[in-house]
């Protein structure tokens, strides 16, 4: 009875030890989830101020240029580039099987755009409108004191 069990058990792990070895491996990857830039928001956007701070003059200019698959963010302050972004729809993220962008729509024609799973301070929500009877995107978000902000880039 013994010696039978043995077997049993010899031959059952022989077989699927031979089984898994021929079995043909995969090397195939999930296919990556590729994420759109929403049409209303594609283009080059332009936020330009001057603000005048103890008699010196600073010049912003805030740019985003949105494409399919590319959001590009960059804050210049006279001239000087002081932050860059590119979130990329199509290039894969290195923590997630997903792309680096997030777009999520939310209520009231607006879309939150941020790096995907990640609570960045760079997340934005944007809404297409007519501003001065232009077209334009306004950021919508809060300073810290909460109250609401809304700044205004206009087509380029």
Known sequence: MKTKLVTITVALAAGLVLGGLALPSSTAEAKI?????????????VHREKDNIGGDIYKYRTTIKATKYVYNYKYVVNGKTITKI??????????????????????????????????????????????????????????????PMKIYYYKQ
Request: no cysteine; net charge positive; charged share 30%.
């Open 86 to 147: 590119r979130w990329s729809g199509k290039k894969k993220s290195p923590f997630y099987n997903h792309s680096d962008l997030n777009v999520k729509k939310l209520k009231k024609g607006r879309w939150r755009i941020s790096w995907y799973k990640m609570n960045s301070d760079m997340a934005r929500t944007y809404k297409r409108v007519k501003h001065n009877g232009k077209p334009a995107i306004v950021m919508l978000d809060h300073y810290l004191d909460g109250r």
């Open 33 to 45: 989830h590729h994420t759109t830039m929403p049409k209303a928001l594609r283009g080059t956007w």
